[in-house]
């Protein structure tokens, strides 16, 4: 990565500097791509910020459905070691993604006011892949795919999306494989619908907790709940950002602001394996 002039040993290291085209770097990575892709509508400083850092979460939102897609084809073909090293690398990921608050989190109103204009109708919560996140952790709603009529590529893929079962689903359908008594109802439910939370399921999940500790089910378990704990802490530093930046005033896009982020923050992903720690 780094290029120095000397190498171990006292030797000497001359980096090749002369290329026929674009750098092998650039052709791998696509950084003047990244770095062009930047249109302020204010003449506001501050817009690059929020700008870039609006990106750059897009970037991790894509990384992560890649994680989250991977660990529920690996269950789904009972290969755990795979699952799990897709959760666990998603663990670190979700924890970059909630230093992007950082850029924005200390904006006051007139800070933000200074550009807000400029996002018109625009709204995070118009975000495609942010959309799938959702989807992937069983917040299903075929209504937000309505805002995404007008691009058919990521509308198939939002429909795709809502269509499959969330990684929550496989995780179940590995436990009743595994012998444990999800209910049929469960199983078999409308994937496409917002993921219910099950008193059966809450006792499976409070079985496997009680018992032996290095239970590879538990572990399973243990992973799940590290995401659900960072997506709920990305959530909560969504609406505190918000707070700071506009009160309660309405967002863009038409949207409530902060009281549906609050509504949103007060829910947890994969419910059964917060609740049932109350039984164990």
């Known amino acids: 990565m780094s290029q120095y002039p000397d190498a171990p040993g006292g030797g000497s290291v001359t980096p090749n500097l002369d290329f026929a085209g674009t750098t092998p770097y650039e052709d791998y990575v696509q950084a ?11 003449d506001d400083p501050g817009e690059m910020v929020f700008l870039v850092t609006t990106q750059v979460m897009e970037l991790w939102f894509t990384v992560l459905v890649h994680e989250w897609e991977t660990a529920t084809q690996a269950l789904r073909s009972d290969d755990l070691p795979v699952a799990m090293a897709a959760l666990k690398r998603s663990v670190r990921e979700l924890e970059a993604l909630n230093a992007s608050w ?22 995070g919560f118009q975000s495609a892949m942010y959309r799938r ?9 075929a209504s937000m795919l309505v ?3 007008g691009a058919p590529r990521v509308h198939a893929e939002l429909e795709k999306a809502l269509q499959e079962p969330s990684l929550y689903d496989e995780v179940l359908r590995l436990l009743a494989r595994r012998g444990y008594a999800v209910p049929a109802a469960v199983l ?3 994937v496409t619908q917002k993921y219910e939370p099950s008193p059966e399921v809450e006792a499976i999940w409070t079985e496997l907790y009680a018992g032996d500790q290095d239970n590879d ?3 399973l378990g243990e992973a799940l709940t590290d ?16 707070r700071r930046a506009m009160g309660a005033k309405a967002g863009t896009g038409g949207s409530a602001g902060v009281a549906w982020l609050e ?10 394996l917060w609740t049932a720690r109350s039984h164990v």
Do not use: C, I
């Open 102 to 123: 950082k850029p924005l989190g200390q904006l006051t109103p007139a800070q933000f006011n200074s550009y807000r204009g400029a996002l018109g109708e625009g709204s």
């Open 147 to 149: 805002p995404h009529r």
């Open 217 to 219: 089910l538990v572990r």
């Open 227 to 242: 995401v659900g704990e960072l997506v709920w802490r990305w959530r909560n530093d969504h609406l505190v950002a918000t």
């Open 32 to 42: 003047d791509v990244l770095t062009h892709l930047q249109h302020p509508l204010s």
């Open 188 to 190: 078999g439910r409308d």
């Open 263 to 272: 509504k949103r923050a007060a829910k947890n992903v994969f419910p059964e």
């Open 133 to 141: 996140m959702e989807f992937l952790l069983g917040e299903k709603s």
